[in-house]
């Protein structure tokens, strides 16, 4: 199991909406509007750094109203 967070900036005023769309994608487990640098906060449990990929860079980023995201994979 690889566990991943995946932080998202979204475009001014996306942010109820783009935390309801990522809770929605297969592999993300929970997902939460958070104060600071970036919007949300998505957490993903999924079977391979190669999910983390598709989840992050195909499903998240392509979500429109995505400004960036940043993805960080657990170690432990």
């Known amino acids: 199991m690889v566990t ?7 475009n001014t005023g ?6 309801t769309a990522i ?3 297969d592999g993300v487990g929970e997902a939460h509007i958070v104060a600071g640098d970036v919007d ?3 957490k993903l449990d999924v079977d391979s750094p190669g999910r983390v990929k598709e989840i ?3 499903a998240i980023q392509g979500i429109s109203g995505v400004e960036d995201t940043r ?3 657990a170690m432990d």
């Open 23 to 25: 809770e929605e994608i």
């Open 40 to 42: 949300i906060i998505a």
């Open 71 to 73: 993805t960080y994979i």
């Open 56 to 58: 992050s860079a195909n």
């Open 4 to 10: 991943a967070y995946v932080m998202v900036k979204a």
């Open 14 to 19: 996306e942010a109820d909406r783009l935390k």
